[in-house]
């Protein structure tokens, strides 16, 4: 089965600096794609960028960036200019194909961020 | 644009009683619906995956059930709870097999 991990348990930056969160991933698929979500406080989930394995530019939506190096299985998020309500924690998941034939996410365990003002 | 809406929002049962969360998609036709729980400071497990109305897969034993009886509409269910199924429990959509977008949550505790 595919893996997802993110070692860092939680990070504390202070606003409007830039911050790294790690995921390194395990795959046997020549094809796949990786996600970030982030759940904040309330429990909300929201997606916030996709990227798939056969591009090499790495995805950029607004203040969020990726650092997907391919050979070492990586997928960093970057978070520029952070603001306080940044704070939450940041989930990284990988798309898996179940014996059935269809999909499933699978989750790392998620890295606490808080934005510190 | 699409909203998702999930009931109740949250729940306390005891231990053996029935339970049925619902999930309800407005504003896209025929997506994919999901079924995933949360344990409390834990990660996202998916349970249950529907790509059409009356299909449902098993992704993990729960001892929980899923049932998709409208195109629009997501049922998880058990007749006999266990404190172990206490948690988060979101539902989610997609337009194929990509990014999934996810409702509010129901929090449920079982005593």
């Known amino acids: 089965a595919q893996k997802v991990t993110q070692t860092q348990t939680s990070i504390s930056v202070v606003e409007k600096t830039t911050v790294t969160m790690d995921c390194v991933y395990e795959t046997r698929d020549s094809s796949y794609f990786l996600f970030w979500y982030k759940q904040t406080a309330s429990g909300e989930i929201v997606f916030l960028i996709r990227?798939?394995?056969?591009?090499?530019e790495n995805a950029t939506v607004g203040h969020y960036s990726l650092n997907f190096q391919k050979p070492k299985s990586s997928i960093g998020l970057i978070i520029t200019a952070t603001q306080i309500e940044d704070s939450a924690v940041y989930f990284c998941?990988?798309?898996?194909?179940?014996?059935?034939?269809?999909?499933?996410?699978?989750f790392g365990s998620g890295t606490q961020l808080t934005v510190m003002p | 644009a699409q909203t998702i809406h999930q009931w109740p929002v949250a729940e306390i049962k005891a231990v053996g009683s029935p339970l049925s969360l619902g999930c309800t998609i407005k504003?896209?036709?025929?997506?994919?619906l999901y079924w995933y729980w949360q344990a409390t400071g834990g990660t996202l497990q998916q349970l249950f995956y529907?790509?059409?109305?009356?299909?449902v897969e098993s992704v993990v034993q729960l001892n929980l059930s899923a049932s998709r009886p409208k195109d629009d509409q997501f049922i998880l269910s058990t007749e006999k709870l266990l404190l172990s199924h206490s948690g988060f429990y979101l539902c989610a959509w997609s337009l194929r097999d990509y990014e999934q977008y996810f409702g509010p949550g129901t929090r449920l505790t079982v005593l």
């Open positions: 529907s790509i059409t109305v009356g299909q």
């Open positions: 504003g896209k036709s025929s997506p994919n």
């Open positions: 998941a990988m798309r898996e194909g179940t014996p059935s034939g269809s999909w499933q996410l699978i």
């Open positions: 990227q798939d394995s056969y591009k090499k």
